[in-house]
């Protein structure tokens, strides 16, 4: 049932211009577009048609934008130069009526995301004088991240991504194919127009709202906002197509673009079949579970008694069909990386990103300009333009108010030098081969666990990478979250061969992209160096030793804090896990019997 | 830099706090914080899009008007006499006749800088005019109303250590750039995130006075009437308002005439020591849990118009006002909501078994 290749690719084009339609359509109400898409004549091609469906103004809301400059603020050189103060206008207000195109989204700053969500959300912003100013918009956020790369891919914040309403993927597709879609679009300037203005009067029926939300619902496409953009999608594309009540056909469309893309599992059949069951014995119109709390009374109104049972759940099963055709990349690979990718991502994202200009506490004053999170540093400006006051005139060119005062030019501005203490990152390299798993594994959980509650009091996160088997894996990227912490720790599993050297890489790996995002990180390795699978991932003793201590020297290079706690049952002098440590220049840390809390304890003593 | 303006003024109407679908305790919550802000904010923990940022704007917009003078940037009382400010349009030779604000509900972004929060010189006026001059921040403008901050497990560690040192005085002390000067700021604190991004640290948490779990709805049928209620409104905002004045205007009432008979709702002897048992079965530290269990129970009380709390208002209160206290242990599976409910069952018997109110 599957079509071509060409085809396939032809219905995902399609469908990502009718999100341009749509949008175009209703683009306060849909909030905009989330594109993720490599650069490229195909997005090219994408965002030409957005345009020209539009038809309106088009503003570019560029990454490095700052809330100053999106909420508008005092124009320092302006006031500076007039003497009386000048106020730039917001971005944000300025977008008002406009469709607002974000290239690289995924790379806006957190101070950046917050005006612009309150903005979606409220319709206004506000003003540098204290006004509120209008600021209806639809956004569209070009996001080049890398799709599913979880933990290191950027993503664009999920504080926006979830404020849009149409969520489209879209990969390269040969040269020749796009001319010919760019040749017969499906929508028009003229159709949109006039979709526009039938736009309030489309009738949304009982049964269209109630397929929309349990196909939703069975999807795992939670949260308010996710039904009331399927149904304003819907909406959208009646209007779109000169349907004066939401069809068959707008349901699908809705469920491509809005339902599937955030989907969080596949549709449960058995909780289908059981439903149906249930229908047929007692016809109960609604399927409430019987923990949920019940609806307010004032909703028992129109619409769910009337509707008719197998109708809503044909039509919802419809909606799942269309949305299925768009579920997230890696839905498949299993629900856990999924969860783990979604999670992960602005945790990470925002932790690194939290270390900006003017944060933290004040440590001296540089020259620079102020603005965006870089605050004046006002006698340090004033202690500038004294010396030059009698060269500058002191005043004196001004005439009237301005006469006796001290003249300060734009270079004389001194901001605030600020320092933040940097978060700590502690990777635990645990070997869970068969040798140590037995006790250790458990022991090393309970410190991993221990760590992360002492980490609320200290911010600091905690990572772990898990060895066994043929190869090394990261089963906990940097947290501190003690709610994700313990659903991976306990599933963690345990036994196999050691392939140490791979463990060891890994944690560098995750130590350096820790210190790389201004972290400092500390690596603690558990094992009882007993290595006997190479990085190849065969086995054989003396190779993975060689393995095992080249990639301990790699990490002594980077000059890396570390730790290798010993965790063979019997210790003895020139033990293979000293000589690891000696090798990574790391403190070596018998512990015959490594409890959790001896752990924690010697970790700490690090710093 | 002026960029910091009270979020009331919106521009659309707000969507009215009684038409809000579900979320029962998180209503309940902000209601008892409302009647009596002493009782130290809401923690509303859980699912992004569960409206709980709509809640806190449609209550402030049930609550009465505070009295504030014109061009007052600290929400000055002016029953309260002079401000101890050096607030310019309060102490004034002449000031303006008092007149009637919106309760304030101020939004504390992400990315907020400690000036925007506490204040700092004001540059505008120091560059101009020469003056050294005092730009009020978030602090001042949250006076005697809601401070609302999302994501507030993101917040910068040295920002949350200014905000609950505030909360807790009632009162933001300026010691910088040569500016020395404290003001009030009384406000409800509102703290909204989502744990799967990082827990708060326990210091923070005790801080709150409430707290509560939202989650998106389970039933199909709840979400469907979230939505049919959200499109309505969008359709035609003043209808859909109207039709729901009535029930938001006798939630109004509720907390006007609770917050003047919160004072006077007696807390019997039973209820207090079924507050401590509560709390020692809990091993709930400091006495905080206990006090804001029964100030939460008291203002639940007031809320219904009856003037002594009985076991079903601590059984009510205990959630919300306890589950964040407890010593998390990291190995437990259990969530803490679970073990308090284990704890009220077994202090003070099943639903069943317990004493109902007459």
């Known amino acids: 049932m599957s079509p071509a290749p060409d085809a396939a690719a032809e219905a995902r084009w399609r469908d990502a211009e009718a999100a341009a339609a749509l949008l175009a359509v209703d683009p306060v109400g849909l909030g905009g577009v989330w594109l993720r898409a490599r650069v490229g004549p195909t997005r090219a091609l994408w965002v030409e048609t957005a345009r020209r469906l539009w038809g309106g103004p ?80 639809g956004l569209i956020a070009l996001d080049e991240g890398e799709a599913g790369a979880g933990e290191e891919g950027e993503r664009l914040a999920p504080a926006l991504s979830e404020r849009l309403g149409l969520w489209v993927a879209l990969s390269e597709c040969p040269v020749r194919s796009q001319a010919e879609w760019a040749a017969r679009p499906v929508w028009s300037a003229d159709q949109v127009r006039d979709a526009r203005a039938r736009l309030a009067s489309v009738a949304v029926s009982a049964e269209a709202l109630s397929a929309l939300i349990e196909g939703a619902a069975r999807l795992g496409a939670d949260g308010a906002r996710t039904d009331l953009f399927a149904l304003r999608a819907a909406r959208a594309s009646a209007a779109l197509g000169g349907r004066e009540a939401i069809s068959a056909e707008d349901l699908a469309l809705a469920g491509r673009l809005t339902i599937g893309p955030r989907a969080t599992r596949l549709p449960e059949q058995e909780d289908r079949l059981e439903q149906e069951d249930g229908s047929e014995e007692e016809a109960a119109p609604e399927e409430t579970p019987p923990d949920a709390p019940p609806p307010d009374a004032s909703s028992d109104d ?43 991502a602005p945790a990470g994202a925002s932790g690194a990103r939290r270390a900006g200009r003017g944060r933290g506490r004040a440590v001296g004053a ?72 037995l006790n250790r594994l458990g022991e090393a959980k309970g410190a991993v666990e221990l760590l992360l509650a002492e980490s609320y009091a200290r911010r600091d996160q905690v990572a772990l990478v898990c060895f066994r088997g043929a190869r090394a894996e990261l089963a906990l990227p940097p947290t501190r979250s003690l709610t994700r912490a313990k659903r991976l720790l306990s599933g963690l599993p345990g036994g196999g061969g050691t392939p140490l050297a791979s463990g060891v890489d890994l944690a560098r790996a995750v130590a350096e992209q820790a210190r790389r995002a201004g972290r400092t990180p500390t690596l603690v390795v558990l094992t009882d160096g007993q290595a006997n699978v190479a990085r190849s991932g065969l086995g054989g003793r003396v190779e993975a030793m060689e393995d095992a201590l080249s990639a301990a020297r790699a990490t002594a290079a980077t000059g890396l804090k570390a730790l290798v706690i010993d965790a063979s049952p019997r210790i003895r002098p020139g033990a293979p896990a000293e000589a690891l440590a000696a090798a990574m220049g790391a403190r070596y840390l018998p512990l015959p019997r490594a409890e959790a809390r001896a752990v924690t304890a010697a970790v700490r003593a690090l710093d | 830099m002026r960029m910091d303006k009270t979020s009331t003024a919106t521009i659309k109407p707000l969507y009215p706090f009684s038409a809000i679908v579900g979320q029962a305790e998180m209503k309940a919550a902000f209601l008892i914080a409302a009647v009596d802000p002493s009782i130290g904010g809401v923690l509303a923990f859980g699912d992004r899009g569960t409206g709980k940022s709509t809640a806190v704007r449609s209550l402030a917009a049930l609550l009465p008007p505070i009295e504030s003078r014109p061009g007052c940037p600290y929400n000055c009382d002016p029953a309260r006499g002079a401000p101890d400010v050096a607030c310019s349009a309060c102490a004034a030779g002449n000031p303006p006749e008092p007149a009637l604000r919106p309760t304030p509900v101020v939004d504390l972004p992400l990315g907020a800088t400690e000036d925007r929060v506490v204040g700092a010189l004001d540059l505008e006026r120091a560059l ?42 009632g009162e933001n002390v300026v ?23 990082g827990e ?4 923070l948490l005790d801080r709150f006075g409430l707290s509560v779990t939202v989650r998106t709805p389970a ?82 009380a007031a809320l219904e118009g009856r003037v ?30 679970a073990r308090v409910a284990r704890a009220v069952a077994e202090v003070l018997g099943g639903a069943e078994g317990a004493p109902t109110r007459g």
């Open chain 1, 58 to 137: 088009v503003r570019r809301l560029p990454a490095t934008i700052g809330a100053e400059r999106l909420l508008g603020a005092l124009d320092l050189a302006a006031t500076l130069r007039e003497g009386a103060p000048r106020f730039s206008r917001g971005f944000l207000a300025e977008c008002d009526g406009a469709l607002a195109i974000a290239p690289m989204a995924e790379r806006l700053e957190p101070g950046a995301v917050g005006p612009i969500a309150a903005a979606l959300d409220r319709g206004s912003a506000p003003g540098a004088e204290g006004s509120v100013a209008p600021a209806r918009f």
């Open chain 1, 302 to 344: 129109a619409g769910q008694a009337e509707t008719e049972p197998h109708e809503v759940d044909a039509m919802a099963d419809a909606v799942i069909e269309a949305a299925a055709a768009r579920l997230p990349e890696g839905l498949l690979q299993g629900l856990s990386e999924i969860a783990r990718s979604r999670s992960s």
């Open chain 1, 366 to 437: 540089v020259p620079g300009r102020p603005g965006d999170g870089a605050r004046l540093d006002l006698l340090a400006t004033l202690r500038a333009a004294v010396p030059w006051r009698m060269l500058r005139g002191g005043g004196a060119a001004a005439s009237g108010a301005g006469r006796g005062r001290l003249p300060v030019r734009m270079d004389d501005l001194r901001i605030v030098r600020t320092e933040q203490k940097a978060e700590t990152v502690i990777v635990f390299a645990v070997d869970a081969s068969g040798s140590t798993a």
């Open chain 2, 128 to 169: 101009v005019k020469g003056e050294k001059a005092f730009q009020p921040g978030l602090l001042a403008r949250a006076h005697r109303g809601f401070l609302y901050i999302d994501e507030v497990n993101l917040l910068e560690d040295h920002l949350i250590d200014v905000l609950l040192d505030a909360a807790a005085s």
């Open chain 2, 175 to 197: 010691e910088r750039e040569g500016l020395s000067l404290r003001h009030p700021c009384r406000f409800v604190l509102v703290g909204s995130g989502n744990p799967e991004e």
């Open chain 2, 200 to 203: 708060l640290r326990p210091q």
């Open chain 2, 219 to 300: 039933a199909v049928a709840e979400r469907i009437e979230v939505v049919r209620r959200r499109d309505a409104f969008e359709r035609d905002p003043e209808a859909f308002c109207a039709a729901w004045a009535e029930e938001d205007a006798a939630t109004a009432a509720r907390i006007v005439a609770a917050r003047a008979l919160v004072r006077e709702v007696a807390t019997p002897d039973a209820a207090l020591e079924a507050i401590a048992r509560l709390c020692v079965a809990l091993g709930a530290d400091g006495l905080r849990g206990e006090l804001t269990c029964m100030r939460a129970a008291r203002a639940a």
């Open chain 2, 308 to 337: 002594a709390i009985d076991l079903e208002d601590v059984r009510r209160a205990a959630g919300p006002a306890l589950s964040h206290r407890l010593r998390r242990d990291p190995l437990d599976e259990a969530g803490s909501e």
